[in-house]
């Protein structure tokens, strides 16, 4: 017969951990809010850094030596390539980091396969203590992150990675992360952040002529490193939403299991103290009896 001293420890040990996880679970809601509206608020900037650059880069002439308009367009046969892999810095939160993780080993082993050497940036504390235990070098480290990060982080790392690129130590700069796409679903996606690719600047759609001043070469001087600046800020931003939509359903899919659990619990206490006091009244009867 099971202890209902036990039981009664065991439920409330669960009920317990109910209320951490379903204040996890709000806290979580509270900060996707804030981070969907950031994400938002970052797509008109987009739209329109990108459609002014494909105004710019139909603006400037091929170059006769067949060089590119700038170095961050420069493409080159892959022999060193760089992998920035973006986790979360805290758990609870399903396999939001071990699908990242996963994501960058599979890309690891293609490239070496192919004869490209490696190197990563991991950005988030989950990703630099997973790396930290292999043989892949890190180029750069940045645990904890996400406890407090905005453009100007992501400007510092997007322009390390840059002169890295330019210089020639690496070829092409990838990026690992989790694409937000709704509460229910983050997707884990391998995006290329450098040589940039013209096609992927977008068009200007309203078909707005501009007269650009200065020049076109000197603006998209400008403007190409503030592009790679911000598309590893809008990485961050999804990355940081798709965790708190992450922990939010883990913290949701835990409280619905204690509750499961706590249910599963108290049908047993109860079966367990309506035996023990079947079995009393049925000592008390024999004793009755054995006296008659």
Known sequence: MPNLIDIRRRI???????????AMKMVAASKLRRSQERVIAARPYAATLGATLAS???????????????PLLAQREEKKVVLVVVTGDKGLCGAFNTNVNRAAGAFVREKKKAG???SLVTLGRKGTDFWKRRT???????????????YDTAAEVAR????????GEVDAVYVVFNEFKSVISQIVGVKRLLPIELGELGANEGGTDYIFEPGPDVILGRLLPR???????RVL????????????????????????????????????????I??????????AEALK
């Open 116 to 118: 490209v050497e490696v």
């Open 278 to 287: 079947t079995k009393e009244l049925i000592e008390i009867v024999s004793g």
């Open 160 to 167: 390390s990675l840059a002169a890295r690129f330019t210089q």
């Open 56 to 70: 710019v880069t139909g603006r400037i002439p091929p170059r006769e030596d067949g060089a590119p308009a700038h």
């Open 136 to 150: 892949v070098p890190i180029l750069e480290a940045r645990p904890g992150l996400f406890q407090r990060f905005g």
């Open 237 to 276: 931003l999804e990355s940081n939403a798709a965790e708190n939509a992450a922990r939010m359903t883990a913290m949701e899919s835990a409280t619905k299991n204690a509750g499961e659990m706590i249910d599963s619990l108290t049908l047993t206490y109860n079966r367990a103290r309506q035996a023990k």
């Open 227 to 233: 592009h790679v600046e911000f598309q590893l800020f």
């Open 12 to 22: 409330r040990s669960v009920k317990s951990t109910q209320q951490i996880t379903k």
